[in-house]
């Protein structure tokens, strides 16, 4: 069982920064493909970002490319995203998520096998 627990949500104002980090309990996450999802009130649970175990390549949703980076550090067993120029439409719960050697559809919640508790991240205007 693989447990995951993110952390660096808050609340902030437009234009400004958050880092959220998520780390692995698990030997193996260089094995694990990572994604971010969000949940806003309303809307479905949508894909944000993701990033290979492979060759660390990494996927964005459109409405996020350009603005945030997804990053590993496969030593600290840890996944972050850098979001920067936040919006209030960015406002949601964070969630990361990890698949073991998946390689393809990591824009989609299938593949992955675990999922953590969430983060709430809330940009005012």
């Known amino acids: 069982q693989v447990q995951l627990v993110e952390s660096g949500g808050g609340l902030v104002q437009a234009g400004d920064s958050l880092r959220l980090s998520c780390t692995a309990s698990?030997?193996?996450?260089?094995?694990?493909?990572m994604g971010w999802f969000r949940h806003a009130p309303g809307n479905e649970r949508e894909f944000v970002a993701a990033?290979?175990?492979?060759?660390?390549?990494?996927y964005y949703a459109d409405s996020v490319k350009g603005r945030f980076t997804i990053s590993r550090d496969n030593s600290k067993n840890t996944v972050y995203l850098q979001m920067d120029s936040l919006k209030p439409e960015d406002t949601a719960v964070y969630y990361c998520?990890?698949?073991?050697?998946?390689?393809?559809?990591?824009?989609?919640?299938?593949?992955?096998?675990?999922w953590g508790q969430g983060t709430q991240v809330t940009v005012s205007s």
């Open positions: 990033i290979s175990w492979r060759d660390s390549k990494t």
């Open positions: 698990v030997r193996t996450f260089s094995s694990y493909a």
């Open positions: 998520a990890a698949g073991f050697r998946v390689l393809v559809n990591l824009f989609t919640d299938r593949p992955y096998d675990y």
